[in-house]
């Protein structure tokens, strides 16, 4: 009976922690009525309805065949263990988003901590040692080690999760079902054997405890290494802000060359962006993307004040300088060698689908494809903008000019994506 009533009080601490951790990592936001399902669901409650089942048993079952049932408790345990498992994540995720990984191993980690638990020693000081001061550590390791992790990983970007940290409590809780089955064997093949002696339950217990030593251990060095990850993640990020503010800053510089211009650049590569994002996914390359087309006007560093702010026609030999940034944009960024890329937006942006741009006359699929996505964001930052000789273009009549440049000025693909955005931009907002 001690064994018992120390095995079930061993379970009910572990009860508030696990609510403790779920509610953590949910941020609190879980109703009433969730938190009843989660309690429904946790380790003690499967325990519970194993122990009412098996009580049942022992009342309408013939001895022989309810003793194996209670010898195979463990896969009934695990059994259900699996199934609530996968009901545990749903709940969490509903309640708060997060990778279904981390809520499987905190529900399968406390499940492991609550196995091992149920192999104790037979004598009464035993039990108290086993079933009341262990988990009373295992449960402080939890709160001091794990516990803080597994909140730290929640409140930093998400990356991608280790399989093993799921894995790992789900195949050292697959071992408790084996030393079921082992322990059955034994039992039929010599009955002689005692397996409720102290030596085997000391054997039995020290086995458990170790393995499970030995998979915290290892689900501690998985989140430690998560936790790392995530921080080279918020570095990384860091420094690509820090990137594109400071390419903002150069191109804010050249653009206030020009006052009719100003802004140019960043509402290109805006567009370029949003353009972009109807075939791309990858945020990465996303922001890459966006980098390009900041600085593909780059080149008009070198074109004299006098050229860019001149009011009226240009003569042939200043659009030829004009021409020129082109080229002085793409000679300045091939200087960037860890970014060859960066030349492809200064260089190509003013090549047209039929041949007829420049600065290198290239047509069709010869120009690459960032280069033909910027060469329509241009083309519509420049007629959605004031000039010194007109002000912007009413939208109807932007949308016009890229219809009909689809096949001749245009990649057919991106101005047609191009004329999707217009289309859903009702209020005109897209514009200086």
């Not at 379970?11 to 969730?34: A, R, S």
């Not at 086993?130 to 794990?146: A, E, G, H, S, T």
């Not at 900041?294 to 300088?321: A, M, S």
């Not at 000789?389 to 047609?416: A, D, S």
Request: glycine fraction near 4%; hydrophobic fraction near 45%; include cysteine.
């Amino acid at each position: 009976m001690i064994q018992l009533m120390t095995f079930l009080i061993a379970q009910l601490m572990f009860v508030p922690v696990y609510l403790k951790v779920t509610d953590t990592c949910t941020e609190n936001k879980g109703t009433f009525w969730q938190k009843i399902k989660i309690i429904s669901i946790s380790p003690f409650a499967v325990y519970l309805y194993v122990n009412i089942f098996f009580a049942f048993a022992m009342a309408f079952i013939p001895a022989p065949i309810a003793e194996n049932l209670v010898m195979s408790a463990d896969v009934f345990v695990i059994s259900l263990s699996f199934i609530f498992v996968n009901l545990y994540a749903g709940i969490c995720c509903k309640i708060a988003s997060w990778d279904k990984i981390y809520y499987a191993s905190i529900y399968l980690s406390f499940f492991l901590l609550q196995m091992v638990f149920n192999y104790t020693y037979v004598t009464a000081a035993g039990s108290v040692v086993c079933n009341i001061l262990v988990p009373l550590i295992v449960i402080w390791y939890y709160i001091r080690k794990l516990m803080p992790l597994y909140i730290s990983i929640k409140k930093k970007p998400e990356v991608k999760v280790s399989r093993f940290l799921f894995l790992l409590p789900a195949m050292a809780e697959l071992f408790f079902v084996y030393r079921s089955f082992v322990i059955i064997a034994i039992s039929a093949k010599y009955p002689e054997v005692a397996l409720n002696d102290i030596y085997a339950n000391a054997i039995l217990t020290g086995f458990s405890y170790i393995l499970t030593g030995f998979v915290f251990v290892c689900m501690t060095t998985l989140l430690k290494n998560i936790l790392d990850e995530q921080d080279i993640k918020c570095e990384t990020e860091k420094n690509k802000e820090l990137t594109t503010d400071m390419i903002k800053a150069l191109v804010k510089t050249i653009d206030a060359k020009d006052p009719y211009t100003n802004g140019h650049s960043i509402r290109v590569a805006e567009y370029t962006r949003m353009l972009a994002e109807q075939a791309y996914t990858d945020s990465d390359e996303l922001h890459n993307i966006y980098n390009i087309a900041l600085l593909h006007d780059i080149g008009k560093i070198g074109i004299p004040d006098n050229i860019i702010n001149k009011p009226g026609k240009l003569t042939d030999e200043e659009f030829k300088v004009i021409k020129g940034h082109t080229l002085t944009g793409a000679k300045i960024l091939s200087e960037i060698k860890s970014a060859p890329e960066l030349i492809y937006g200064a260089k190509y942006h003013h090549e047209r689908y039929d041949g007829k741009g420049y600065p290198c006359g290239l047509k069709g699929e010869e120009i690459p494809e960032i280069s033909a996505i910027i060469a329509v964001a241009d083309a519509y930052d420049a007629m959605t903008s004031n000039r010194s000789y007109r002000k912007l273009l009413p939208q109807e009549t932007v949308k016009q000019e890229i219809e009909k440049g689809l096949g001749t000025q245009f990649n057919p693909k991106w101005g047609k994506i191009m004329l999707k955005l217009i289309e859903k931009d009702k209020d005109y907002k897209m514009h200086q």
